[in-house]
T-cell receptor
């Protein structure tokens, strides 16, 4: 079991460019979460899928952020027209139920 | 106000000393989870503790619902214990975790 896999580990984009982040949850886990972590804000919930269906995206900045889970083996978080304030570590986590979350190593996004 | 308050914000100890981290919560609780994060590293789950006391090696988690608190105790601390410890409250019938602000633990040799 390789755990939750996130790619890339680091991504650098120019202001206005698009960034796509990938997450492969642990096989058999029905829930996938996306979080964002910054020093100032700490951990912020972005969105949540259960059995591939989007359940809640209340944490997502509406205009430029979108997340999908086209199949049970991966989820993507896309940020259009990236801005410097989007710079953060984006964390993906999966779980079997409401119990323990298993986090990936995160993708560090730097928007120049 | 904040639903989960974590303390202390930072803690510096000598190797061998015990560490006590606390989270107080003001809302209903399904469970409290404790996570550890090394600088630049991913979050690692330490405990999923709805109530009572759980042990894992030198770590002990105690959740007392009536007192609205959960603690993480690290005995005989080691330099490798250094990092950030986060508590996260799992509310009833709610998949969203409410996160504490974290405790930065530094263990000096």
């Amino acid at each position: 079991n390789a755990g939750v896999i996130q790619t890339p580990r680091h991504k650098v984009t120019g202001k206005g460019q698009e960034a796509t982040l990938w997450c492969e949850p642990i096989s058999g886990h029905s829930a996938v979460f996306w979080y964002r972590q910054t020093i100032v804000q700490g951990l912020e919930f972005l969105t949540y899928f259960r059995n591939q269906a989007p359940i809640d995206d209340s944490g997502m900045p509406k205009e430029r952020f979108s997340a999908q889970m086209p199949n049970q083996s991966h989820s993507t978080l896309k940020i259009q027209s990236t801005q410097p304030q989007d710079s953060a570590v984006y964390l993906c986590a999966s779980s079997v139920s409401q119990n323990t979350l298993y986090f990936g190593a995160g993708t560090r996004l730097s928007v120049l | 106000g904040q639903q989960v308050q974590q303390s202390p914000a930072s803690l510096v100890l000598q190797e061998g000393e015990n560490a006590e981290l606390q989270c107080n919560f003001s809302t209903s609780l399904n469970s409290m989870q404790w996570f550890y994060q090394r600088p630049g590293g991913s979050l690692v789950s330490l405990f999923y503790n709805p109530s009572g006391t759980k042990h894992s090696g030198r770590l002990t988690s105690t959740t007392v619902i009536k007192e609205r608190r959960s603690s993480l105790h690290i005995s005989s601390s080691q330099t490798t214990d250094s990092g950030t410890y986060l508590c996260a409250l799992d509310m009833d019938s709610n998949y969203q975790l409410i996160w504490g602000s974290g405790t930065k633990l530094i263990i000096k040799p």
